[in-house]
Structures are given as C-alpha cells and as structure tokens.
C-alpha cells in the first residue's frame, strides 16, 4: 500500500510507498560486498569488483534517496498533527544499538572503504557526494530520537532533528508532490531536488 491508494481523513502511511523501490536493488550494499569479499583471488576481485562498481553506485543512490525521502515524510508527517500512523512494522518491537548498524555500514562504507577499493581495483577515484554522509548523519540521530520508531502511533509522537529545517506551506506542498512522484514512477532519487527544503 502507498500513498497512491490510501485515502484517510484521520490516519497517515508509516511508509507512503518507498520500501517497493529499495527492495528493487539487486541487492543490498552489505550482502554484495561481502559476497565479494569472499572471492580468494585478487585477479577474479578485480574483474567481479568492475561488473559490481554499477551496482554499488546505484546501491548508494538510492540507500541515501530511501533515508532522505525518510526524512522528508517524517517531517511532513510532524506537520499533519493528530493523525494516526497505520502500517508501522517498527511498533511494539525492541529498540537498541544494533538497529545502527546498517547505517553505520553504509556511512563507513560511503566515506572510506568504497573509494580504497576503486582505487585498489579499478584505479579510479570515488567522489563522495557530502549530502549523502549529511543525509546519513542526521537519519541516525532522527532514528536515535525516536527509538527506532517502535512507539510512534501518532504523528505528534515522532521527533525531529534540531539540524532539520520546518519548511513553509508551499514548501510542505512541494514535498508531497514530490514524494507522490517519487513513489508513481518509483525512483526515489527524485526527492534530492528537495533536500535543500530540510537540510
């Protein structure tokens, strides 16, 4: 379900439609990496790190859209006070420090360990895009803040990082359209046009 189908006067999506775009990836970061570590030949990594090198740029495109678009709906979602949160996988699970690590990863990954292997095999240099480590930074203090979601029934409940901005009404609607757009073609790199509207 997304926000594309789901009509309601008093309640709001958890998820208005992103999670169908992620689980598209050809795999996340973590399992092709660790796939590829495990190749024992340096010749063999080298050939299989050059037919990943697509997959793993593409990977982190949409990883950072997916937590920013995160972000963009939690603010929008702040804004619609009084609302009921439906769909919410996170409600009434536990909470602790492992539920970081898949960001940690991604963050370590993005900032070191991708661009020492493009240079080691393929003799290429990977420029970091530094709104992705911005966007990384701030989602794991909103996760923090939150508690991992697992109590947020209610669009008062969420909490939102001070380093987010509270856009204006025009921007509020710029927002949704964007992420309504985002979620009909399902291509969440749509919504780094907006980032600058919270951070």
């Not at 420029?127 to 923090?144: D, G, H, Q, R, V």
């Not at 109590?151 to 927002?175: A, C, G, H, Q, S």
């Amino acid at each position: 379900m997304s926000i594309l189908d789901f009509k309601s006067d008093n309640q709001m999506l958890f998820d208005p439609g992103y999670s169908a775009s992620v689980a598209r990836v050809s795999g996340n970061i973590e399992y092709m990496y660790s796939a590829f570590s495990s190749i024992p030949s340096i010749k063999q990594k080298r050939f299989q790190f050059s037919v990943l090198y697509p997959k793993f740029l593409k990977a982190i495109d949409l990883n950072a859209a997916f937590y920013l678009g995160c972000m963009l709906w939690g603010v929008y979602l702040k804004n619609n006070q009084g609302k009921e949160i439906v769909n919410n996988p996170c409600l009434d699970t536990e909470f602790d420090d492992d539920s970081f690590y898949e960001i940690d990863f991604l963050y370590n990954f993005i900032k070191e360990g991708f661009n020492r292997d493009c240079k080691y095999y393929l003799n290429k240099t990977y420029a970091i895009n530094p709104l992705y480590l911005t966007i990384l930074e701030i989602y794991k203090e909103f996760l923090s803040l939150n508690k991992g979601f697992v109590k947020v029934k209610k669009t008062d409940d969420i909490l939102l990082p001070k380093r987010l901005k509270n856009p204006d009404k025009e921007d509020f609607k710029l927002i949704y359209d964007t992420i309504v757009k985002a979620v009909k073609e399902d291509n969440l790199e749509l919504l780094f046009k907006i980032s600058d509207k919270i951070i």
